[in-house]
């Protein structure tokens, strides 16, 4: 390797530690007789968009709910910008996530579903700031109308409209893509690609491989809990064979 190797995607002084935003090392999660994840590595470092891609309960979203606190692992150890993820304040405010179900208050309306995660993350938000978040996810003419009402699509801009409120460093998303027509898959990848251009790192969990080929440097593939592929996306479609679980190449990086 050669002397003063920079890490992919990072911008500015590679050798500080700061620019390891997520790592997972030899993470396993059982859930009764599931593995859901085995020994598990992964390493993303500032500035990177890596997709997680896997069938169905290939641990796709157990990960991302490693990541984000909202369980444990049985094994290993998860870090996120060089802390445990439960470490509260000070962790919390620098990431925003998109879960797999909306989780949004189908009685509060959308500016309310804002104001209630501005308070999570200890944001003083106006109005204001609000409504112009909304209006960046093109919702600010139904700010005051109930969650409920909102067609599927509403509702994925509502939570990535929450998830990136704090405007995180980190963006961790989980199937964006789903449950959306053609419209909302373009409205998605230039969302996705805002975040790109204002140098956001980003984990994108999907089975729509063709798209986060598409929008993402790095692809990690997952098959039954385990990592079988990570690196370039360019290099993904000859080290994997999407119909059979072959895998000609295990690139680790
Ligand atoms: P993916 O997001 O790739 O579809 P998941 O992470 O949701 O995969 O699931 C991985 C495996 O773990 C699956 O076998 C799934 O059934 C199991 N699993 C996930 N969450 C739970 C849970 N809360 N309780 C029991 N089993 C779970
Ligand atoms: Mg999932």
Not at 83 to 112: C, D, K, M, W
Request: proline fraction near 4%.
């Amino acid at each position: 390797m050669a002397e003063n190797a920079k890490a992919p995607g990072v911008a500015g002084d590679p050798t500080e530690p700061a620019a390891l935003v997520v790592e997972a090392r030899q993470v396993s999660k059982r859930y009764a007789r599931t593995w859901a994840l085995r020994a598990v590595d992964l390493q993303v470092v500032r500035g990177e968009l890596v997709s997680l891609l896997g069938p169905n309960g290939s641990g796709k979203s157990t990960l991302l709910r490693l990541l984000t606190a909202v369980t444990r692992p049985t094994y290993g150890q998860v870090k996120i910008f060089g802390q445990q993820p439960r470490n509260g304040l000070g962790v919390r405010e620098r990431f925003g996530v998109l879960p797999h179900q909306s989780y949004l208050y189908g009685e509060l309306t959308a500016i309310e579903n804002l104001r209630f995660a501005a308070t999570m993350y200890g944001m003083l938000a106006e109005r204001d700031e609000l409504v112009e978040a909304l209006a960046h996810v093109g919702l600010a003419h139904v700010a005051d109308a109930q969650a409920r009402t909102f067609s599927s699509g509403m509702r994925k801009r509502l939570a990535l409209a929450r998830a990136t409120l704090h405007d995180p460093e980190l963006v961790l998303l989980d199937e964006p893509y789903g449950a959306l027509d053609v419209e909302g898959i373009g409205w998605v990848d230039r969302f996705v690609g805002e975040l790109r251009e204002a140098g956001k790192t980003l984990v994108i969990a999907t089975h729509e491989i063709g798209r986060a080929l598409a929008l993402c440097d790095r692809a990690v593939a997952l098959r039954g809990g385990k990592v079988v592929f990570d690196g370039p996306t360019s290099e993904y479609e000859g080290a994997i064979d999407g119909a059979t679980e072959a895998v000609g190449l295990g690139v680790k990086v």
